[in-house]
């Protein structure tokens, strides 16, 4: 079966600092990659998708990822934090030929201090 | 143009009572999906569709019924609610094709006593 581990159920960082949030799929076949942000008490919103093509992905608000197949990762990475990006990130995988299901790992908050 | 919207957006039920949760989206999608969201476990998948008048299991789908009689809406049922599920429950619509993303709705968190 499937499966999303997102390592680090909380990570805290400085303002200024990297952000590196990480995914790992484990999978027979090609994925797509997803990575969502949710605000408390809100929805989930799309950062940024990995389908085909170049495995450098820019997504909004500075945040890009890398889909790394012989590593079977796609970690989250933003140069520098602003207290805007303290929320919880999610790591998703789909498959053609699923109905686009998704499968979801736990999750990643991000606390973002002075 | 409201996107994915969920009808109530909280909820307390007592156990056994019964309810149903709405979903609706106005961007013609043809799949659709509800997800439950608990702490330190992600999303997990419910059931889904991918058509008017079609549904299908996902990974965690006992105790609930879902419904697709138009293409835009989909409901969720609780025929007898449990405390197992108190929960945040999220719908998402997909157009289709492989590089579209589902887009979520805002969520609907129920407490069942």
């Known amino acids: 079966a499937q499966s999303v581990t997102q390592l680090g159920s909380h990570v805290s960082v400085s303002e200024g600092a990297l952000v590196l949030l990480r995914c790992n799929y484990s999978?027979?076949?090609?994925?797509?990659l997803f990575w969502y942000v949710q605000y408390p008490n809100q929805g989930l919103q799309l950062l940024l998708k990995y389908t085909t093509g170049a495995t450098l992905v820019k997504g909004i608000n500075g945040f890009e990822a890398e889909f790394k197949k012989s590593e079977t990762s796609f970690h989250l990475t933003k140069p520098s934090a602003h207290m805007s990006d303290a929320a919880e990130y999610f790591c998703?995988?789909?498959?053609?030929?699923?109905?686009?299901?998704?499968?979801f790992g736990t999750g990643t908050r991000l606390q973002v201090t002075l | 143009n409201a996107g994915v919207t969920q009808t109530p957006k909280f909820r307390v039920l007592k156990t056994g009572q019964s309810m149903t949760l709405l979903c609706a989206q106005d961007m013609n999608h043809e799949y659709m999906y509800w997800y439950r969201q608990d702490p330190g476990m992600g999303l997990r998948l419910i059931h889904y569709?991918?058509?008017?008048?079609?549904?299908a299991k996902g990974e965690v789908p006992d105790g609930y019924n879902v419904s697709r009689l138009k293409k835009q809406n989909f409901l969720l049922g609780l025929e007898s609610a449990a405390p197992s599920q108190t929960s945040v429950y999220f719908c998402a619509s997909y157009r289709g094709g492989d590089v579209d993303t589902q887009y979520f709705g805002p969520g609907t968190r129920l407490t069942v006593l």
């Open positions: 998703a995988v789909s498959y053609t030929g699923t109905a686009s299901k998704l499968t």
């Open positions: 999978s027979s076949v090609p994925p797509y």
């Open positions: 569709s991918v058509g008017e008048g079609t549904t």
